[in-house]
Nanobody, 124 residues
Framework: VQLQASGGGLVQPGGSLRLSCTGS????????IAWLRQAPGKEREGVSC????????YYASSVKGRFTTSRDDSKNTVYLEMDRLQPEDTAVYLC??????????????????WGQGTLVTGLQ
């Protein structure tokens, strides 16, 4: 039972990447899914959240308008499309399911399971 994040890599300024978060032995469709990132020497930061059922999306102000999260429950996968990437987006990106009966609109998140993270490096 695990979450697996993938799709990270090196990217030129202004470039794009798409990250995937897939459940293995773990069905995602009943969970809200968050993407978070942790840059070297910095605290972990919430990036986005997508709700279960209706797919409502929420974004940190630092990525709003550049990043898009979506979900394909038929593939048991959640995506993070990242456009106009900049060096300051460099971080390990992690996906996590919110605990049952927790919502993206909550002021504080309680997480259920975490993926292992994938590294995104924005080149100078």
């Amino acid at each position: 039972v695990q979450l697996q994040a993938s799709g990270g890599g090196l990217v030129q300024p202004g470039g794009s990447l798409r990250l995937s978060c897939t459940g293995s032995g773990y069905t995602l469709d009943n969970y809200a899914i968050a993407w978070l990132r942790q840059a070297p020497g910095k605290e972990r930061e919430g990036v986005s959240c997508i709700s279960a059922n209706y797919g409502n999306t929420y974004y940190a102000s630092s990525v709003k308008g550049r990043f898009t999260t979506s979900r394909d429950d038929s593939k048991n996968t959640v995506y993070l499309e990242m456009d106009r990437l900049q060096p300051e987006d460099t971080a390990v990106y992690l996906c996590a399911t919110l605990a049952p009966r927790r919502f993206c609109s909550d002021s504080d998140y309680e997480f259920h399971r975490w993926g292992q993270g994938t590294l995104v490096t924005g080149l100078q």
